[in-house]
């Protein structure tokens, strides 16, 4: 059984939540996962340009500071997205970022975007998954020494909850690992946006997509789905296909947490905050409003334990009316059921245990 440590928002001028956020990362004993100089990703999400639940940079300060003082050097870091949006480059991403707050000034370390300009830079990573026999993982997360993982903890559309799981799974993987992750063919170019202007054409590494009469195809059996395609077309033509299975996602997604994971296995510490709890994701570029109190913050060394033990604690709090669960939930119910009713979030976390990656059984230590 695995140890979650919690904290509550409750704080007095003798104890601040700042305080209570580096008190976690002691009981997690995150100096003895550092060497010195060790580079250390915290691993984050900036949120999409218009979202305001993504977390509080002076959070992250606390962790960079901790680094630093056990002799590591840290870096911010996420990866390039999927679609086009505020974070599809790392131009716009670092901007994104600056914008909403996570500068030098603020937290005391540079941002790293992780995949390089254009979200192609990776290395393959071997899993022994279910589904996945290797994965794509951005190369400055893969080349750090040891990683803190900061997950804002939600609702998501295709996973039930995104946290911790997801924030390394998804969050570490580059474009190609994203694109494997959410579909499982080619993308498709819509005729109707196309203006035939071939920009697409010499960014396909592999000669996939020609253009005739003014539009482009995607030859299917070439396409190895990088990815890159989608984010350099002028008019956002070349769709992803988002028809994965809610369990293949899932599933694939901690087959790339391992992925991401490997090698820092006993590097690794895991915060994540309960708070601001949207129904959806913070890729969104806006945020509806949470669905239940904010809780608290978690600190573990087990990846599962800590999403299990936010799963939980979510469901044990009443939802809050006039947000996206249209019925009052009681405590006890489940939240992530009435937003998704089609998704089983339980999926995730039977297949992180089975992938080796942690318990879902764990122990809640207050501190
Ligand atoms: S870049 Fe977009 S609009 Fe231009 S040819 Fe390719 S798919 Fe069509
Ligand atoms: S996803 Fe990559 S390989 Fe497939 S068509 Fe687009 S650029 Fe080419």
Known sequence: MSTVYFTDFRATPKRSILDKVGDLLNRVKLNTKIRKNDLVAIKLHFGEMGNTAYLRPIFLRVVADKVKSAGGRSFLTDTNTLYKGSRSDSVDHLTTAVLNGFDYSCVGCPIVIADGLRGGSGIKVPVKGEILKETSIAKDIADADAMVVVTHFKAHELSGFGGTLKNIGMGCATREGKLVQHSGVAPQVNARTCIGCKTCVPYCPVEAISVKDKKASINAKKCIGCGECIIICPTKA?????????????????????????????????????????????????????????????????????????????????????????????????????????????IQLDHAVKMGLGEREYTIVKI
């Open 238 to 346: 070349i769709e992803v296909q988002w028809q994965q299975p809610a369990d293949v996602f899932q599933k694939k997604m901690v087959e790339y947490a391992c992925g991401a994971l490997k090698g820092k296995e006993k590097k690794s510490v895991f915060l994540s905050f309960v708070m601001q709890v949207s129904p959806a994701c913070d890729c969104y570029p806006h945020n509806d409003a949470p669905i239940v109190k904010d809780v608290g913050i978690l600190g573990s060394i087990d990846p599962v334990a800590i999403d299990a033990a936010a799963c939980d604690l979510v469901n044990n709090e009443e939802s809050v009316p006039g947000t996206a669960i249209k019925v009052r939930l009681k405590k006890g119910e489940d939240k992530w059921r009435a937003i998704y009713p089609s998704i089983d979030w339980n």
